[in-house]
């Protein structure tokens, strides 16, 4: 066997040992995850990042929402607002609700996506525990379907078939959660730094946010 033979067989071999040290708990996205929430313009390198996590059907992250929009417009694409979607398990819908939004964002767009999450925290109270405890699964799939076609136009015979087949990307964006330390919703990082807001002691307000950010930013900027 020659001396070339050898080498490239001993460098497939390292390789192979090299990828097999390299076995992250999820699937590593081929991009950064999450829904960037865009007004408009273009962001670029020396933009703030603000990541927020949020669940379907929870009333706190529906606070968060609403307050971070106005937020994100007072700063315009200076501030990249990107949402991460984390079902709890004590929202026993919200895994259902979840697979739909990934769904809308595929086939739909990522904005319609968003206006289906909002959709899921005006028709909460439809979709409680209690609410649903006697339906079957395909009934809570029907009622999650007609909110969907209301919220973004898509076809019901389309969104219930095909509603199971992003299980995957629910499941992954669970793990991606638990993995930067998410402890419930809505929950915040900002440059990737998690700020560990607990969302059952305070709701953080507008004038919070921009206390906290504007500090951030050119301070010859004209802010509100």
Partial sequence: MSSAVVFLLSFLTFLGVAASNINPPIPVPYVEPGVLYELGG????????????????????????????????????DLALVIHIFPMPYLINSYMASQGFYLIEEHVSQAASLEYLEATWRQASNFSNSNTADMTTFQIYDALADLAVEATGIDKDFFIPNLPSYSGDTVRAWKYAVTRKSAGTPWFYVNGVDLTVNSNDVRLTYDDWIEFLDPFFDDTKNRS
């Fill in 42 to 77: 273009t962001f670029d390198e020396s933009s703030v990042t603000l990541e927020t996590v949020f669940n379907p059907f929870c009333p706190d992250s529906e606070w968060a929402w609403y307050v971070l929009k106005d937020v994100s417009a007072n700063y315009g694409t």
